[in-house]
């Protein structure tokens, strides 16, 4: 996984707007407020005014006396063309080419070097460090950064955006990332996306969700965390705190005022056991010791993971995943079509039991 810093992306148009486009009677057409805000106010070096705004969202904004000019493309992301043909226009997404009007503050480095080690440690790597110092630069009570990841999957390739969150202390000149809201949207065969799903991550609470366990959490896997479990007073006594792996996934068909998903825990005591699941099928990488640890480190992430099934008609392809709350596993073959268990694929007979609700 590569992260990048994310295009500057315009609101979409609604249907009004697009139909009154088709008829190319754009004059009468005016930006709502989210479309506005989400036009920068510079560009270039070049002020937009309200009326650059439409012209860049409807048409194209060309600076006077200027042969550059600039455009939303069919992707609602604004490009750059500098009066070559269209097809080789640049998209308008290096924060190094943005002229901010910096104030003229000094960079807290320390600050700075434990928001870039923040960044690497959720998995967003370096390539936004110089959009980081920037932003800091500008001397704003909050701020926001945008990334975007591909994911290729066996169907299609799953798009993720990133809105990272950040605020300047009340008492200091240090800055904090509080959360981000990951926005997903899954490739379909023909080449367009499902509806995006949406999730603000908080952090700073210890075991931070990272960047792929978003992902792998927003495609309706589950993972792996430590917990700390313990230090309820029951009776007047505090229980002792300890340290446990659990798994945990997102709600989806559920969300909160907010617009989040609640998560569902699996403990220990739940019964899910991750290396007796994998044992009942006929999976090659079991064999060889260093495979079988990376597959198991890979499915305690939440990744989908390749896997060879041996069976009497000989070796087939497929994947799987770890599914907790019915204690087994995601079988599907190399299509990504889900299979049910069949006894001749499972070394050892499965009870079916009841799912317990321990979600919260």
């Given amino acids: 996984m590569e992260i990048f810093s994310l295009p500057v992306q315009v609101a979409r148009q609604t249907a009004e707007q697009i139909e009154f486009v088709s008829k190319e009677q754009n004059s009468k057409l005016k930006l709502s407020p989210e479309q506005e805000k989400s036009i920068p106010d510079v560009i270039d070096g070049f002020t937009l005014s309200k009326k650059d705004k439409q012209s860049l969202f409807f048409d194209k904004f060309q600076p006077v006396d200027k042969d550059v000019y600039y455009f939303v493309d069919k992707n609602h992301i604004i490009a750059k063309n500098d009066g070559k043909a269209l097809e080789n226009g640049v998209k308008f997404v290096s924060f190094d080419s943005v002229k901010f009007d910096m104030k003229k503050t000094e960079l807290n480095l320390d600050n700075f070097d434990y928001l870039k080690n923040s960044l690497k440690y959720l998995g967003f790597g370096e390539n936004l460090n110089s959009a980081l110092e920037a932003r800091m630069r500008e001397g704003a009570d909050k701020f926001t950064l945008g990334a975007t990841a591909e994911f290729s999957t066996p169907i299609a390739k799953d798009l993720i955006n990133y809105e990272l969150r950040f605020s300047k202390s009340t008492t200091s000149d240090k800055f904090f990332l509080n959360n981000y809201q990951a926005s997903l ?49 029951i009776d007047g006594q505090e229980t002792p705190k300890r340290k446990e792996d659990i798994w945990v996934k997102l709600d989806i068909e559920k969300k909160n005022e907010q617009g989040n998903s609640p998560f569902k825990t699996f403990h220990k005591g739940y019964g899910f056991d991750l290396q007796a699941s994998l044992q009942k099928h006929s999976i090659k990488e079991l064999n060889d010791p260093d495979k079988r640890e990376r597959l198991i480190s890979s499915l305690n992430r939440g990744n989908l993971q390749a896997v060879t099934f041996e069976k009497s008609s000989g070796e087939e392809k497929g994947y799987v995943s770890a599914n907790p709350q019915y204690k087994n596993l995601n079988i599907y073959d190399k299509d990504m079509k889900l299979q049910f268990e069949k006894k001749e694929d499972i070394k050892v007979d499965n009870q079916e039991t009841k799912t317990l609700s321990r979600g919260r």
């Fill in 185 to 233: 949207e899954k490739g379909l065969k023909d080449g367009k996306f499902d509806s995006p799903v949406n999730q603000v991550f908080f952090l700073n609470k210890g075991n931070d969700i990272t960047a792929k366990e978003a992902y792998n959490l927003l495609s309706g896997r589950a993972i792996q965390k430590k917990a700390e479990l313990g230090g309820k007073v």
